[in-house]
Nanobody
């Protein structure tokens, strides 16, 4: 069993920055893939950043150049640095860990971008 706990969300003005953290506990392996997803009100959940066990990263065009995902395997933690935030980035952000056979989600953290 794996437990994922996100932190770092909050209210920020447009153009501001936030760093989200996701601490994983349980049966964690450096070979696991991890990522950040978000869901805005009335919309589906979509990926904003993934990082594989080998360090490969991928971002959708909507956040490319503004968001950076990183992981610290020694601390079982994945981070999402978000810069130049826009009102359309407002959503609940979820951490995900997955392998070939399983997938786990955190409880989510709210990010609100508003003046």
């Amino acid at each position: 069993q794996v437990l994922l706990v996100e932190s770092g969300g909050g209210l920020v003005q447009p153009g501001g920055s936030l760093r989200l953290s996701c601490a994983a506990s349980g049966s964690i392996f450096s070979s696991d893939n991890m990522g950040w997803y978000r869901q805005a009100p009335g919309k589906g959940r979509g990926s904003v950043a993934i990082i594989t066990s080998g360090g490969y990263t991928n971002y959708p065009d909507s956040v490319k150049g503004r968001f950076t995902i990183s992981r610290d395997n020694a601390k079982n933690t994945v981070y999402l640095q978000m810069n130049d935030l826009k009102p359309e980035d407002t959503a609940v952000y979820y951490c995900r860990l997955w392998t070939m056979t399983t997938s786990y989600w955190g409880q989510g953290t709210q990010v609100t971008v508003s003046s």
